[in-house]
T-cell receptor, first 110, second 115 residues
Framework: RKEVEQDPGPFNVPEGATVAFNCTYS??????FFWYRQDCRKEPKLLMS???SGNEDGRFTAQLNRASQYISLLIRDSKLSDSATYLC???????????FGSGTKLNVKP | DGGITQSPKYLFRKEGQNVTLSCEQN?????MYWYRQDPGQGLRLIYY???????QKGDIAEGYSVSREKKESFPLTVTSAQKNPTAFYLC??????????????FGQGTRLTVV
C-alpha cells in the first residue's frame, strides 16, 4: 500500500469554479503535512503547509483530519494559472522523510 | 539568495557510463534528499542524508550512490548498474523536525537521458 494516495484526475473545471482534492495517508506517525504545486517539467513548489486546525491562504483552504488520516485542498474561484499538478506530502516523525502522493492534475478552462 | 542549485539541467549519458549530478544548497539545512520522477509518476526517494557524513538508502537506491562530505553538497552518481536511468532527478533539502519551516525545498532538477 502506498504511503500517500491521491486521485490522479485530471480535474477539468471552468474558470471561477471551486474544486477540492483529497488525499489519504497510511502512517499514523506522520506529523507534518503539505500541499505542493508542480508545473509541467518543473520542480515542486510549496503551496501551503496544513495545520491541525485547518488553514487558509487566499483562495486556498487546507484541512487535516488526523482520525481519518485524510487531507484536503479546496481551491475557490479557479484561475487559468491554477492549472498544474497538486502533490500531497506528509513528513514522517522518524528519519525526517517526506512521502509524496502521485499528484492530482488540474486543468482550468476558459 | 538562498536556495538549491542542481547542475546540469540536462544530461545525456551513453549506456555503460557513470554520471554525477550536482546538488548544492546554501540554506544551512541538515537534511538533503534525492528523488527520481518518471513521466506521469510521483516522486520516489533514492537516497537521503540527515547529517554530514551520513546517508541512508531510500526506496530505489539500486544503481545509485551518494556522498555527503560537506553540509551544503549532496552529489548523486548514476552508475551503469542502473538499468533504466532516463528520468527527471530532483534534489531537496529541509530543516529537521516537524512544523513550520520544515518543508522540503527543491532544486530545479536534472533531466537525464540515456542515448
Amino acid at each position: 500500500r502506498k504511503e500517500v494516495e491521491q486521485d490522479p484526475g485530471p480535474f477539468n473545471v471552468p474558470e471561477g469554479a471551486t474544486v477540492a482534492f483529497n488525499c489519504t495517508y497510511s502512517n499514523s506517525a506522520s506529523q507534518s503535512f503539505f500541499w505542493y504545486r508542480q508545473d509541467c517539467r518543473k520542480e515542486p513548489k510549496l503551496l501551503m503547509s496544513v495545520y491541525s486546525s485547518g488553514n487558509e491562504d487566499g483562495r486556498f483552504t487546507a484541512q487535516l483530519n488526523r482520525a481519518s488520516q485524510y487531507i484536503s485542498l479546496l481551491i475557490r474561484d479557479s484561475k487559468l494559472s491554477d492549472s498544474a499538478t497538486y502533490l500531497c506530502v506528509v513528513k514522517s516523525y522518524n528519519f525526517n522523510k517526506f512521502y509524496f502522493g502521485s499528484g492530482t492534475k488540474l486543468n482550468v478552462k476558459p | 539568495d538562498g536556495g538549491i542549485t542542481q547542475s546540469p539541467k540536462y544530461l545525456f549519458r551513453k549506456e555503460g557510463q557513470n554520471v554525477t549530478l550536482s546538488c548544492e544548497q546554501n540554506l544551512n539545512h541538515d537534511a538533503m534528499y534525492w528523488y527520481r520522477q518518471d513521466p506521469g509518476q510521483g516522486l520516489r526517494l533514492i537516497y537521503y542524508s540527515q547529517i554530514v557524513n551520513d546517508f541512508q538508502k531510500g526506496d530505489i537506491a539500486e544503481g545509485y550512490s551518494v556522498s555527503r562530505e560537506k553540509k551544503e553538497s549532496f552529489p548523486l552518481t548514476v552508475t551503469s548498474a542502473q538499468k533504466n536511468p532516463t528520468a527527471f532527478y530532483l534534489c531537496a533539502s529541509s530543516n529537521p523536525g516537524q512544523g513550520l519551516g520544515t518543508e522540503a525545498f527543491f532544486g530545479q532538477g536534472t533531466r537525464l537521458t540515456v542515448v
